[in-house]
Structures are given as structure tokens and as C-alpha cells.
């Protein structure tokens, strides 16, 4: 096996323009799983955790290889509560959220969050500079993602408007140490207008417009209107049976969920 | 391919053949076998080391990527003449049942201590939530640290 270990964003760009087949490395808690279980057998390794561009936290921009250890520091509320919640002090002290958006599992924790921040994600090549992506045309399936082979993520960008009103919870089939099951993202802006994503509940993190739709023309909802919002947020996600869950419990959980979030932004 | 880095302040060459974790060189070519293989997923803790100054699974380290690392792993905590505070009170308060999961512990926890050394209740149990006895020994674990956050506050 070969690995290139750049210490610069343009090094990286160009190992990965000399060998698009290269496996990208970041905190490891996804590609050495694979590779423990005999799943991956990688033959060239670009190694990511040494370039300084990437581990930025700057104003509206946070660096591809920023780790959630850090991330449980962050000022928006809810993208801290996620972090608190991935894995263990150990992975979170190595996995970074430029991973969990590589990976692109239905399941990653930061991904409703993004969805919910209108996030773009910043993607680099050597041949083509930078382009940003926006989350919903990044995430294209169940882990797969629209980065092109000779592309490195480099930052998720986060728009200025995002509400500070903003809260996150998963569910898992126990409360530390689990891959959640359903997982979602409610922010509330000044006007009352919701937004409203989830995980684990479709094969990319999704929005549910329909029950954000609801809320826009009801503010102040109602028992009866928080009802339905839950219902319309049930219908809207698309999950599926697996070992971890079923459809129907994944379903009622969505809504569940995405209403005490409600709950909890409309009480701030 | 060989990779250069510092484990326990001593510097240290290995010889790594593919993408094979920093346990498993740990193990089976610097013969340092107290950080222990059990999970392979990073979900026990109990290979858990200090990479960098961060608390880490060295199972999901891969070893190619520790050039010019430091790394300190549990032969690196205390010695045999003079036990670190962390490894003093879980033998003080008889915290060890099979002991597997032990090594890791120990880095934790010292790893915590490190930092703060007197943490609440609340903070050892966090910092020591990525780390199973599968011997369900948490009582006497969590005892003996809180013991030793409480002496000198």
C-alpha cells in the first residue's frame, strides 16, 4: 500500500488528480472499520489530517476536517447537541464532519443539521478550483455522493441566515454509543417559519416541506395543528426496514421527534 | 512501508505492510500488547491510546498515517515501581474483575485526569462512555476515580 500524507490543500489536490482511485483519509472511524473487517483493501491512501486548510473553523465555514470534539463546542446550538451524540469521546475526538458528509451514510448524524442549515458542501480539484454543491444535490443515495473522483471536501458552508433557534435529537435503540434509527433537525427563524430535516429515514437526509409548509401558515400552532404537523412529517419520510428498525416505527418516530423538537424551539 | 513515530517518549520504527491499524502494529511489531483487540470497530475502548494528545481507538487508527505521531498507550502510564494515581485506585478499590478491559480504562481515565484533575461524577462517567467492561465491573471503576477526584479539592 502506498500513502501520501500532503500537508497542503494543492498537494492533496494533486495526489488525488494523479490517482482518483486513492481512498481518502480523514479521522479513520469509517475506512478502518472497513478495513479491519476485510471489507477495504486500500492500495494508495491520501491522508488528510495533516493539511491546515481543512481544519479551520472560520465564520461560516467549517473545514472539512474539523472533528466533532470540537464541533460539541460550536455556537449553533443543535450542530453541538449532534456532536455530543456521536460515538464515543474516542470517535468524536477523531471523526470529522468532512467524513461523515464523504461517507454519506442515511445515518450520519451531521447531516440533518446541514440539511437544516441550507448548507452548501465545498468541494476541490486540481483541474477545476472550487465549487460549492448545495447538501441536496450533494447527498445523491445511500452513500453515494455527487463528488467527482478527482474532487476533495473541503469545507461545509453554512449561510448567515441560520436560525439560532435550533434544536437536534436521535432516537437509537439505546441512549449512548448506537446508529440512530431516526434522527432530526428543527430550527425556527424570527418569523416563526420552521425548518424541518431528518436521517435515517430516507436514503439521503431529506427536508420535510410539506410540515414546514404547515407551520409557515401557522405559526402558533395548535395542539391539533402539532398533530398534524407530526402526521405530515410521518408521510413525508421514506425509511425502510432493516436490522435496526422498521418502517412503521421509523415513520411514527419522525414524527414524534420532529414535533418535540417543534416543541422545544417554540418554547425558547 | 516504514513509519517513524514516538510511542511512550521513545522513538520507535515499524514496518507496515498495508492498511493495517496502529493497534495491531502496536501488538504484533513494537510488542507493546496492553492496548487489547477486542471490537475492531472502535466501539469498546478497549485499545484506547493518546495520539497527539487526543484520547483515540487505535483500531481505527491506520498506522501508515502516525508518521511523526506521538503516542502514548498504557505501558506508557506509571510503572511497575510506582503505579500511576489512576491504575493505584482502581487496584485500591478492587476495580479490576477479568481485567480486559482494564488497560483501556487506565488510558482514559488518565487521559481525563490529565486535564482536570478533579472532575464531577457526571465528567468521569462521559469520559469513560466510550470505554465496556463486559464483566459489568462499573461500580468499583467509577468509586475509585471518584475517590481520586475528590483528594487535594
Known amino acids: 500500500m502506498e500513502i501520501t500524507r500532503p500537508t497542503n490543500l494543492a498537494a492533496a489536490l494533486e495526489a488525488r488528480a494523479d490517482d482518483p482511485g486513492a481512498d481518502l483519509l480523514a479521522g479513520g472511524t469509517d475506512l478502518m472499520v472497513e478495513v479491519n473487517f476485510g471489507y477495504a483493501r486500500p492500495e494508495h491512501v491520501i491522508a488528510l489530517r495533516r493539511i491546515e486548510e481543512i481544519n479551520r473553523i472560520e465564520n461560516g465555514r467549517i473545514g472539512a476536517g474539523v472533528t466533532w470534539a470540537r464541533l460539541e463546542e460550536s455556537p449553533h446550538r443543535a450542530l453541538a447537541q449532534l456532536s455530543r451524540t456521536v460515538g464515543s469521546p474516542q470517535i468524536r475526538a477523531a471523526g470529522t464532519i468532512g467524513g461523515n458528509i464523504g461517507t454519506a451514510s442515511p445515518a450520519g448524524d451531521g447531516l440533518p443539521w446541514l440539511a437544516a442549515a441550507n448548507a452548501e458542501i465545498e468541494v476541490a480539484s486540481q483541474a477545476r478550483g472550487t465549487r460549492r454543491v448545495p447538501w441536496s444535490d450533494f447527498f445523491t443515495g445511500v452513500k453515494r455522493t455527487s463528488l467527482e473522483p478527482d474532487e476533495v471536501i473541503v469545507a461545509a458552508v453554512v449561510p448567515d441566515d441560520v436560525p439560532e433557534n435550533q434544536e437536534f435529537a436521535k432516537i437509537g435503540q439505546r441512549s449512548a454509543m448506537v446508529i440512530s434509527t431516526v434522527a432530526a433537525c428543527v430550527m425556527r427563524d424570527g418569523n416563526g417559519s420552521v425548518r424541518v430535516a431528518l436521517g435515517s429515514v430516507a436514503p439521503t437526509p431529506v427536508r420535510a416541506h410539506q410540515a414546514e409548509q404547515l407551520i409557515a401558515e401557522n405559526p402558533e400552532p395548535s395542539e391539533a395543528v402539532l398533530e398534524e404537523f407530526a402526521r405530515t412529517v410521518a408521510e413525508e419520510v421514506s425509511p425502510i426496514t432493516d436490522h435496526r428498525s422498521t418502517e412503521a416505527y421509523r415513520r411514527h418516530a419522525a414524527g414524534v421527534l420532529a414535533r418535540r423538537l417543534l416543541e422545544r424551539c417554540l418554547a425558547q | ?153
Not at chain 2, 18 to 27: D, I, M, Q
Not at chain 2, 52 to 76: F, I, K, Q
Not at chain 2, 77 to 88: D, K, N
Open chain 2, 1 to 153: 512501508m516504514i513509519v517513524s513515530f514516538k510511542v511512550n517518549g521513545e522513538d520507535r520504527v515499524a514496518n507496515v505492510a498495508g492498511a493495517e491499524s496502529l493497534l495491531t502494529v502496536l501488538r504484533e511489531e513494537l510488542e507493546l500488547p496492553g492496548s487489547k483487540n477486542a471490537c475492531e470497530q472502535g466501539e469498546c475502548g478497549s485499545c484506547s491510546v493518546i495520539l497527539d494528545g487526543a484520547l483515540v481507538t487505535s483500531c481505527l487508527v491506520m498506522a501508515a498515517d502516525c508518521e511523526g505521531s506521538e503516542v502514548t498507550t498504557v505501558e506508557g502510564i506509571g510503572s511497575e515501581r510506582e503505579l500511576h494515581a489512576v491504575q493505584q485506585v482502581l487496584l485500591d478499590h478492587g476495580a479490576v474483575q477479568c481485567g480486559f478491559c482494564t488497560p483501556g480504562f487506565v488510558v482514559a481515565a488518565a487521559h481525563l485526569f490529565e486535564q482536570d484533575p478533579h472532575p464531577s461524577n457526571d465528567e468521569i462517567k462521559e469520559a469513560l462512555s466510550g470505554n465496556i467492561c463486559r464483566c459489568t465491573g462499573y461500580g468499583a471503576i467509577l468509586r475509585g476515580l471518584e475517590a481520586l477526584a475528590g483528594e487535594g479539592s
